[in-house]
Nanobody, 127 residues
Framework: QVQLVESGGGLVQPGGSLRLSCAVS????????IGWFRQAPGQEREGGSC????????YYADSVKGRFTISRDNAKNTVYLQMDSLKPEDTAVYYC????????????????????WGQGTQVTVPS
């Protein structure tokens, strides 16, 4: 059984930074590509970024490209999302999830490409 636990969320002023962590337990992280998604109140869960188990990728949604950086430390079974230049529209619950495979594919933003999800961590950027 794979379990994911997100942490690092919080309240940050516009222009500030946060680093989210996604700790993965169960089978080794090497087996999976990992995606970060977010869901704002009243909105659909949307893909933010995906990182493959190998050197291919990563992918970013246009809304976060140039501001967010995804990385992984397979030895620590942890994936990170560095979020810089945060905006009020980044306010959401952030989730990480394991892809069905080891490589982020062109459909990486589809939720049904992912099998296991964490419980989420809240990020709030006040306007």
């Amino acid at each position: 059984q794979v379990q994911l636990v997100e942490s690092g969320g919080g309240l940050v002023q516009p222009g500030g930074s946060l680093r989210l962590s996604c700790a993965v337990s169960g089978p080794t992280l090497n087996y999976y590509a990992i995606g970060w998604f977010r869901q704002a109140p009243g909105q659909e869960r949307e893909g933010g970024s995906c990182i493959s188990s190998s050197i291919s990728g990563p992918y970013y949604a246009d809304s976060v490209k140039g501001r967010f950086t995804i990385s992984r430390d397979n030895a620590k079974n942890t994936v990170y999302l560095q979020m810089d230049s945060l905006k009020p529209e980044d306010t959401a619950v952030y989730y990480c999830a394991t892809d069905r495979g080891a490589i982020c594919l062109s459909l990486w933003e589809r939720r049904d490409e992912y099998d296991y999800w964490g419980q989420g961590t809240q990020v709030t950027v006040p306007s």
